[in-house]
């Protein structure tokens, strides 16, 4: 049996990799809450890190430390570590996997969503990484696995932010997983596909071709949990999950490249077309000369 085929099989059926403890970021739902689940009926020391109480959620999981903290200070994270650090549970792995969507670019670009984009997908990571820098320096190796997308490659006519925010993680997780290669700090990402959640459901703004196509490529948030649980047991940099969807965004990428009518002339989800700039001036009397 291969090495990598062994070591799946343990991290599947609970034994012990040498890791056991986990910081998750996100996990009212979605790919965070399967995380918290696949790691819990595991054993695992779980550190659950959202924005706000979840009752349900914490009389479900009573073995989990559920804290409040808002990823988007960078303060309040460098608190928790720092509590962390004292109590001496500090996690061998945290998933920093927070993240949303909005349509904040419709027929009027909606600058205060697409900075509550920003803060929650892009700071909302980037706030652990100073402090975890700052650690003195472990025995064993600390994965640090930002969840990116493989949309980072590619335009969303929609949610400008989270495209924006993606691609910025993408190329800061490029950088470190380089600048920390071979010390106690693993900078790893997950380009994930279409995953069903209630983010995916964010496809019904699209085109049916293009629903369709996300639909026939599409997973479950339990298969990604265990993936990304696989992913933290190496040092690989960087995951594309699934593979099957890769050949779709290359095609939307190539699309958009090739064929720049593919976001001209859109009608935007208010059902008004943008008035070009010729009609603009039109519109507005003759410009000053």
Known sequence: MAPAVALAMAVDAGLDTGLDTVLITGTTSGIGRALLEHYAARGWRVVSVNRRRVPELEAAFPSVHFACVDVRSKDDVATLLSNLEQAGTLPDVFILNAGINRIDNDERFDLAAFREVLDTNLHGVVNFIEPLTRLAPGAAVRHVIAISSMASYVGNPYGLGYHASKRALTSCFDVWSKMYRGTDLAFQQVMLGPVRTTMYNMAGRFPAWM????????????????????????????????????????????????????????????GLARRTPEAGRGAGGQAPG
């Open 211 to 270: 629903a369709w196509g996300k639909n026939a490529f599409a997973v479950s948030a339990e298969a990604t949990a265990r993936a990304i649980a696989r992913l933290a047991t190496t040092r690989k940099r960087k995951l594309f999950f699934p593979w099957r969807a890769v050949p779709l965004y290359l095609g939307m990428w190539i699309a958009q490249s090739v064929l720049s009518v593919f976001l001209l002339g859109r009608r935007t989800s208010a």
